[in-house]
């Protein structure tokens, strides 16, 4: 490496100064000549000496100028090539931040930045294109692009699963005759995600936020009315409503953190999480709910660090929300085993914090649909923990935005076990 | 398909099937997605579209029919080369039935749409519908990087789609017993909840023979166990979920 930079440098010097010498041929020349004419004339008369000399001035005023505008020319040249002539398709591809595709008249994958492997899967060169992007949309766009028509055509791009996402996507030619194109991704999900919380705010939580408002609103009109001088009922009901209203405020405080989570799909790359003092920090927090609960809290952790790739504060989340519900829901067990470790998990290491209770266990039949909004289990028992039916939906869907997944056993009467699947980076 | 032929629009066919079956598995996967947002959200003009938009599915098997029926009459492929083309003829079946399973969900919108359903009843079923169609995603997916060691995974969601649908039977079959009224909607979500069930298997036979056309041999025969539905029995005292 070092020998060849060497070499080049030798190279590019012998260059400039031949370069330099011939621009200042002219001058080169005009001194020869002077010295030859000096030499020849030295005796002849002083005009033919004048002559000389205004003929040297004249070279002197016309040889400096060409030099100096082909100096310019040149530097300009050399600024327009160099910068951008280095620059490598593949590093320009990598410096944008929206999904970049490139792809060769064959329609087979080139190169896909970042972005794009992050938001489509792993996308290896010599993938046929059109074999990666279905949608008949996408398939009309490609073969429009590669067809030479539709220049610049643009489209949108729904990806629904596993979580929905629209782009603007564009295709275009790369140049003129290098056989190669480009599709850029614009992520327009946002929007899209606004227009839907809407309507799912609307959907669930009026529903939701109807059943403690009718039974105040009912404990109001029977204290305004008969139990109007019952000291007894009052302080009953006014009890009853106190829950009902703190009921509200726990439903918003869910609703509003599944919203935030569904605004932001993506995670911000880099981001490290200890997962062991994460996990530690939920078991502190909710000492006093296992002390309230009469649950103990074991702890099986393997040796040697357990650090993420996520965001902290969903993880404690995460981590939180499971220990809450073994400590509620398997409070009869007496006892919740919090357990790390780590495994190889559909052929890549992954990390598995698992959060298992002892208490009545759930029925088969419902656990495919626990992560689902609202769904719960036993209506009753849900109520009487305070429960707001979006726990392990807020877990499930922080897990989908760190690849990770969520998986359930269970068995009646033996308890349950919620185990989270990492995958280890 | 990497492979390079002396005669290359032997190659070029070969690439026209697999691009052929991916324009086929989108248009299937577009369908099965809209057909469950129309159910969803009542909307019977776009249950309408996904019934059109089958003919074009049907056209797309009837020509990769032909296209392999050729290949194999005209080249006399072998080996990785025949397995593709015999597979391409088993998937675009399998699509284009993902495609009338997904006119069936259509067809029904209107019969559900009359009266409005809680909100409660859809929801399972579109939970469903989204892991159906993650599993035939992937598969697709596969389909393109012919990555077959990762095709484990189709199993374990296959399980997760049967274990899904018996619980959604049983919720059904709840709701009828709680009132009459319910019984005719909830026969027609049982049988969408049914279709989307079955979309899980194709994408699990498609799996099948991606893996088959790409080792040569056959997935090993563990087929996860049937849905459990067939022993779901609510007895006449049996309280509401």
């Known amino acids: ?425 | 398909m990497q492979s390079v032929h002396i005669v290359s629009a032997y190659d070029e066919e070969l690439k026209f099937l697999a691009r052929k079956i991916a324009a086929m598995g989108g248009q299937a996967e577009r369908m099965v997605d809209q057909a469950v947002a129309a159910l969803v959200n009542g909307d019977p003009e776009l249950g309408q579209r996904v019934i059109a938009d089958d003919a074009q599915l049907d056209d797309a098997e009837r020509e990769i029919d032909d296209k392999a029926i050729l290949i194999i009459a005209r080249r006399q492929p072998m080996a990785k080369d025949l397995r593709e083309v015999i597979g391409a003829i088993r998937i675009s079946a399998d699509l284009e039935r993902v495609g009338d399973l997904g006119k069936n969900i259509a067809k029904r919108v209107s019969a559900v749409a009359e009266g409005r359903q809680p909100n409660s009843l859809f929801r399972g079923l579109q939970a469903l519908a989204e892991l159906a169609l993650t599993q035939l995603k992937e598969v697709l997916d596969v389909y393109a990087s012919r990555s077959v060691e990762k095709i484990g995974f189709v199993r374990d969601r296959d399980e997760q789609i049967d274990a899904m649908y018996t619980s959604l039977f049983r919720e059904l079959l709840t709701y009828m017993m709680e009132d009459p009224r319910n019984i005719t909607p909830c026969t027609h979500l049982l049988f969408v909840a049914k279709n989307i069930e079955r979309i899980g298997d194709h994408a699990t036979n498609i799996a099948e023979t991606i893996y088959y056309i790409v080792t040569g041999e056959q997935m090993p025969p563990e087929r996860p166990k049937e849905d459990e539905s067939h022993r779901v029995t609510v007895s006449g005292g049996a309280n509401p979920a």
């Open chain 1, 1 to 425: 490496m070092a020998e060849t930079s060497t070499h080049t440098r030798a190279k590019r010097t012998a260059k400039l100064s031949a370069g330099r010498l011939y621009q200042n041929r002219w001058m080169l020349a005009a001194g020869v000549i002077a010295v030859l004419a000096m030499h020849v004339a030295g005796y002849r008369s002083v005009p033919f000496t004048a002559m000389v000399i205004g003929a040297l001035a004249l070279f002197a005023l016309v040889a400096p100028r060409t030099p100096a505008a082909r100096r310019l020319a040149d530097e300009a040249a050399r600024t327009e090539r160099s910068p951008l002539d280095r620059l490598s398709g593949e590093k320009l591809a990598a410096a944008v931040a929206d999904p970049l595709i490139i792809f060769d008249r064959d329609g087979m994958v080139v190169h896909a930045n970042e972005a794009a492997q992050s938001a489509f899967g792993a996308i290896p060169p010599d993938l046929p294109l059109l074999l990666k992007f279905r949608a008949p949309e996408m398939q009309s766009l490609i073969e429009a692009v590669l067809g030479g028509e539709g220049n610049g055509h643009a489209t949108d791009y729904v990806e629904r699963v596993p979580f929905e996402r629209v782009y603007r996507v564009t295709g275009s030619a790369v140049g003129r005759g290098t056989g190669l194109f480009v599709l850029a991704f614009r992520d327009q999900s946002e929007a899209r995600r606004i227009d839907r919380m809407r309507a799912d705010f609307i959907a669930n939580a009026s529903h939701e936020l109807r059943t403690p408002l009718a039974s105040i609103a009912g404990f109001v009109e029977t204290l305004r009315g008969p139990a109007r001088n019952d000291p007894n009922a009052r302080d009953q009901f006014l009890q009853i409503m106190q829950n009902q209203t703190g009921r509200m405020a726990r439903l918003i405080d869910d609703l509003l953190s599944l919203s935030r989570l569904e605004m932001k799909p993506y995670l911000k790359p880099g981001a490290r999480v200890d997962l062991r003092q994460t996990v530690e920090a939920v078991i502190a927090s909710l000492a006093p709910l296992a002390a309230e609960t009469g649950v103990v809290v074991e702890r099986d952790f393997a040796e040697g660090p357990f650090e993420v790739h996520g965001d902290r504060d969903e993880l404690f989340q995460v981590v939180q929300n499971l220990l809450e519900n073994a400590c509620k829901y398997g409070q009869s067990g007496g006892r919740v085993i919090v357990s790390m470790r780590r495994t190889v998990g559909e052929g890549e290491p992954e990390v598995e914090v698992s959060v298992r209770d002892f208490g009545p266990g759930i029925p088969a039949e419902h656990i495919p649909r626990v992560t689902e909004r609202f769904y719960r289990v036993d209506v009753e028992t849900s109520r009487a923990h305070k429960g707001t039916g979006l726990g392990l939906s807020i877990v499930k869907h922080i897990l989908s935005r760190h690849n990770g997944r969520l998986s359930i056993k269970s068995e009646l009467g033996q308890g349950s076990a919620f185990t989270v699947h990492l995958p280890l980076r």
